[in-house]
């Protein structure tokens, strides 16, 4: 493995190769509202300091911070808040989640609904943020009131914003037990794939005091676009705690095949 040291002096005045304009990026909380508008990047084929990179951090998220109505879910067994499952706060953003039980759950298939905004509009990703604001809700399992905003049921059995009028179905969105991939908290990051290859070492200085700085590319994301790293960790204890938020930040790239 190199050393930061090391790979730093071997690495002085590597060029980082760019393409065209970027098209897309952002997120609120770990995954969703806030953006990135850099310059795209050409795959990364050999050992490179990237420049202009996003820090966010990421984690499974629990269930016991959602309010909504426990309802059934396809791939599950049992119950759970569907606030948890179809939120931009929840599991179908975040990827995996920690149920009422305390076990793993995740995202299995996406299907085709895409996202909503608060205001129930269609939102999408891209390479200067969210086309239509921040990511709400995904555009399935979800009801709208007569004033045509999104609501849902809440485990009172009351409804977050008002009775609805209007159901959209779910459109493929599927769970599953257990973890979605084998990632380990401050040791594993998502990236974009056709920027930095799945399996490589990244040396990030900002988590120096953290970890040493290493991590290994190992999951990707919808809302990971371009020059952005989300960074797996345990959930804070802060409720919806973001963790951190770095911009314009330099890291080492090292691709499996080169080592």
């Not at 179908?92 to 305390?102: F, H, K, R, S």
Request: avoid cysteine; charged fraction near 20%.
């Amino acid at each position: 493995m190199l050393t930061a040291l090391a790979a730093a002096a071997s690495l002085a005045g590597a060029g980082v190769p760019t393409a065209a304009a970027a098209p897309w990026r952002a997120l609120t909380g770990a995954r969703a509202g806030q953006a990135t508008a850099a310059a795209a990047v050409s795959r990364i084929a050999r050992p490179s300091w990237l420049r202009g990179v996003t820090i966010t951090e990421y984690y499974p998220v629990p269930e016991r911070w959602f309010k909504g109505r426990r309802v059934a879910a396809p791939g599950l067994s049992g119950l759970h808040r569907i606030d948890w499952l179809f939120s931009a706060r929840g599991v179908t953003m975040e990827g995996d989640g920690i149920g009422l039980d305390g076990k793993r759950y995740h995202i299995e298939e996406l299907g085709s609904a895409g996202w909503i905004n608060a205001l129930g509009r269609r939102t999408a990703p891209g390479g200067d943020g969210w086309s239509n604001g921040a990511p709400w809700w995904r555009n399935a399992r979800i009801w709208y009131n007569r004033a045509g905003r999104p609501t849902f049921p809440l485990s009172s059995g009351r409804w977050y914003r008002g009775a609805p009028r209007r159901y959209v179905p779910n459109r493929g969105i599927s769970f599953a037990p257990g973890p979605s991939r084998d990632l380990r908290y401050y040791r594993s990051v998502a990236v974009d794939p056709d920027v930095i290859p799945l399996g490589s070492r990244i040396y990030i200085p900002a988590y120096e005091d953290v970890n040493g700085g290493w991590f290994t590319a190992a999951d990707v994301g919808g809302a990971i676009v371009d020059r952005h790293i989300d960074v797996f960790r345990p959930p804070p204890q802060q409720r919806f705690g973001d963790g951190r938020y770095l911009e314009d930040q330099r890291v080492l790239v090292v691709p499996p095949d080169s080592r």
